[in-house]
Nanobody
Framework: QVQLVESGGGLVQAGGSLRLSCVASGIFFSINTMGWYRQPPGEQRELVATITSGGVTDYAASVKGRFTISRDNAKNTVYLQMNSLELDDTAVYYC????????????????WGRGTQVTVSS
């Protein structure tokens, strides 16, 4: 069973920083794109950032220049460094990964973590 487990959320003051981590565990062949999404209170889930297996990154306009996504392929881990946090960054942050269970699979399967709460206070 493949699992994604997030950590690093918490309460932080506006202007502060947090670092989220997400580890993929279980038996699988490879991890393609990994990413972070978030769901603010009362709103829909939205993309924050993604990173391919080769390290190509993409960011939502609202976080560009403040957040940095990275990954350690040897550890099956993706990180999200969040700096200059704003009140609007308050949300549950979810890890996402496209994972090939076996070499022969034509495409990967999308997995989600359970989420970690990030609360930014004034």
């Amino acid at each position: 069973q493949v699992q994604l487990v997030e950590s690093g959320g918490g309460l932080v003051q506006a202007g502060g920083s947090l670092r989220l981590s997400c580890v993929a565990s279980g038996i699988f062949f490879s991890i393609n794109t990994m990413g972070w999404y978030r769901q603010p209170p009362g709103e829909q889930r939205e993309l924050v950032a993604t990173i391919t297996s080769g390290g190509v990154t993409d960011y939502a306009a609202s976080v560009k220049g403040r957040f940095t996504i990275s990954r350690d392929n040897a550890k099956n881990t993706v990180y999200l460094q969040m700096n200059s946090l704003e009140l609007d960054d308050t949300a549950v942050y979810y890890c996402n990964a496209d994972i090939k269970r076996i070499r022969a699979a034509l495409r990967g399967v999308e997995y989600w973590g359970r989420g970690t709460q990030v609360t930014v206070s004034s």
